[in-house]
Each structure stands twice: as structure tokens, then as C-alpha cells.
């Protein structure tokens, strides 16, 4: 804080277990990125480095040591896992992992099918090595997976090794826990806020109004997830109530 202001919520300082904050990084320069963890580095948790764009970008290991040097923990989103597993070379993902000196591996079936308890042996084999986050929910908006099938699947893969789980909405916010117009699915998220240790939980949030209804929800330390980099300081200013959207959420009622 530039000037102490009262009623402000105090921050967790880094490393924390909740309220964080995962950006998605869909092919920063290293040069952006080195300024993305030099001035909001206190505010970022993880920097996921979106579908299989690890795979193309050059200087990744110098763009993976900007973010480790800034204390944010850099991994590769799901799709990639799905792009390894699709070609039965589960081992080479986790050398690629191990190469790139990656501690947190995303396992997520949103782009392909697969047994669930396929899932499940994937994300007990991974937690041996690795942080597993995994990821519930498709990307295909033509597939339906109930609320009851949402909790189940969410619980058994935190049963199984993951520390966190996602709840899928893309990078455009109008799918799996949101509707197609980027509106709330109400049902699905407060069946999930009712059967689901929100601890656990990180919801994808890219929309201003998709992160304002998560701090309304739940407060200041929700997890939220696929935050535009440029977007990492006005996602503060809403935790904290420094925005039209929470402005009172933190004041006192008088």
C-alpha cells in the first residue's frame, strides 16, 4: 500500500495456501515477462504457461527462471499433459517436466477423452514427483457433466494427490463453471462452494465480473485462475476493495 488506508483486508504474504492467484501466460516475451515479476510479483502465485505454448517458445528456460527468481512457481497448462498422453508418451512428459526443471504438473481431460480412473492413476503417479494441480470440467461446451459428476470427479482427484483443483472455464470465461454469454452456472458453483473444501479450490476467473462474484462469494482469499497478465493489478484492487465492484465489501456496516 502506497498510503495506509484503513479497512483494507491484510494480504497473506507469499507463499500462501489461499487466495491465490494464477496468470496465464499465452506467449509473453521474456522481456514482458521480466517486467510482469518485477512489478507485480507479490501478487502473482503461479504463472501457467497456457496450453502447449511451452512446447514453441524460445528461451524458455530463461523466461521459466525470470518468474522462479520473482518467487512465482511457472508451469505448463493441461492441454500440454493431454498432448503427451494422446501419444501414449506419458513418461516423456514427465523427462520434459524434469528437464525444464517444472515442479507442478496440470492434469486436465478437457481437450480429449479419457477413463476417468485413468485420471485418477495419472494424478496418484504424478503426485509422487510433482505438485499436482488438476483440472475438472470440458472444453467441448456440447459435453455435459452434471453438478453431482463435477463433485465427484473433484473429489476423487484430490483424494487421489492433487492439492488444488481447477473448475474449467477457458481463457474466454463462457464455459464449465460459466455460461456461453460468460454468465454464472449458479447451480453448479454453489453445489461445489457446498461439497468442495474451497481451500482446494481454484476457479477460473478471466472476466472482471466472473472475479468480482468470487470475492462477493467468498472473500478476499478465493483462488482464482486464468488471469490476463495486464490484468494482475485491477484483480488486487478487487480483493482488497479498491474497486467500484467490492468497494464496501470490507467496510465497516455503519
Given at each position: 500500500m502506497n498510503f495506509p488506508l484503513p479497512h483494507i483486508p491484510q494480504r497473506e504474504q507469499k507463499?500462501?495456501?489461499?487466495?491465490?492467484?494464477?496468470?496465464?501466460?499465452?506467449?509473453?516475451?521474456?522481456?514482458?515477462?521480466?517486467?510482469?515479476?518485477?512489478?507485480?510479483?507479490?501478487?502473482?502465485?503461479?504463472?501457467?504457461?497456457?496450453?502447449?505454448t511451452s512446447l514453441i517458445t524460445k528461451n524458455l528456460e530463461k523466461k521459466i527462471a525470470i518468474y522462479k527468481?520473482?518467487?512465482?512457481?511457472?508451469?505448463?497448462?493441461?492441454?500440454?499433459?493431454?498432448?503427451?498422453?494422446?501419444?501414449?508418451?506419458?513418461?516423456?512428459?514427465?523427462?520434459?517436466?524434469?528437464?525444464?526443471g517444472i515442479e507442478v504438473a496440470e492434469v486436465s481431460d478437457g481437450s480429449m477423452d479419457?477413463?476417468?480412473?485413468?485420471?485418477?492413476?495419472?494424478?496418484?503417479?504424478l503426485s509422487k514427483h510433482f505438485t499436482v494441480i488438476s483440472e475438472v470440467g470440458s472444453k467441448d461446451a456440447s459435453v455435459v457433466i452434471t453438478p453431482e459428476e463435477w463433485i465427484s470427479q473433484?473429489?476423487?482427484?484430490?483424494?487421489?494427490?492433487?492439492?488444488?483443483?481447477?473448475?474449467?472455464?477457458?481463457?474466454?470465461?463462457?464455459?464449465?463453471?460459466?455460461?456461453?454469454?460468460?454468465?454464472?452456472?449458479?447451480?453448479?458453483?454453489?453445489?461445489?462452494?457446498?461439497?468442495?473444501?474451497?481451500?482446494k479450490v481454484m476457479w477460473e476467473a478471466p472476466l472482471k465480473s466472473q472475479q468480482a462474484l468470487f470475492i462477493q462469494l467468498l472473500g478476499y482469499t478465493v483462488n482464482l485462475g486464468n488471469i490476463a497478465t495486464n490484468e494482475v493489478i485491477a484483480l488486487e484492487a478487487l480483493r482488497l476493495g479498491l474497486r467500484g465492484d467490492t468497494f464496501f465489501q470490507f467496510l465497516p456496516k455503519k
Open positions: 507463499p500462501r495456501n489461499a487466495g491465490l492467484t494464477m496468470i496465464i501466460d499465452k506467449g509473453l516475451t521474456c522481456i514482458e515477462a521480466q517486467g510482469l515479476a518485477q512489478d507485480v510479483n507479490e501478487f502473482i502465485d503461479f504463472a501457467k504457461l497456457g496450453f502447449g527468481e520473482a518467487g512465482i512457481t511457472p508451469y505448463f497448462g493441461g492441454t500440454l499433459f493431454e498432448l503427451f498422453i494422446i501419444r501414449n508418451q506419458f513418461d516423456d512428459y514427465q523427462r520434459f517436466l524434469n528437464s525444464y479419457m477413463n476417468h480412473d485413468d485420471k485418477l492413476e495419472y494424478i496418484s503417479k473433484m473429489q476423487s482427484e484430490l483424494d487421489a494427490g492433487s492439492v488444488k483443483v481447477i473448475t474449467e472455464a477457458r481463457e474466454s470465461g463462457t464455459i464449465g463453471i460459466f455460461n456461453k454469454d460468460g454468465s454464472p452456472n449458479k447451480t453448479l458453483i454453489n453445489t461445489i462452494i457446498s461439497n468442495i473444501d474451497i481451500t
